[in-house]
């Protein structure tokens, strides 16, 4: 269910829930959840706020990207300190979460990769 090309991508407040909401789906969907803070050497922004896009990488297809808007500065440093964001993010919001988001696979292009730990 990706989007057709030229269509625009939602736009969903940065809240703690609709995070953890966006990376629970793309899990589910055995897909990986990035979050991007820039393109090239410029920074996303909405209205002059701070804005990431997310995408889920690989998965069944079923999550559409979204950009989210009104990102704490704090919140923008941390995505951009480290990798792994998602799961830094759950560990961040929701610790107990974690083992079950881990443990759905990845699907890539009609395989399933073996579950794997980073």
């Known amino acids: 269910m990706g989007k057709k090309a030229g269509s ?12 953890l909401s966006f990376i629970e789906k793309c899990r589910k969907d055995k897909g990986i959840p990035m979050f991007k803070t820039k393109f090239g ?9 701070p804005a990431v896009m997310a ?5 069944e297809d079923k999550v559409s990207s979204v950009i989210f808007s009104n ?3 704090e ?3 941390f995505l951009e300190e480290g990798v792994d964001d998602w799961r830094r993010l759950v560990k961040k919001y929701a610790p107990e979460k974690l083992p079950e988001l881990e443990k759905y696979g990845i699907f890539i292009k009609g395989g399933r990769l073996p579950r794997f730990m980073v």
């Open 8 to 19: 625009l991508l939602a736009a969903v407040k940065w809240e703690k829930d609709s995070v």
């Open 41 to 49: 050497n410029l920074r996303f922004a909405i209205a002059g706020k």
């Open 55 to 59: 995408v889920c990488w690989a998965g």
């Open 71 to 73: 990102v704490p500065y």
């Open 75 to 77: 919140d923008l440093r």
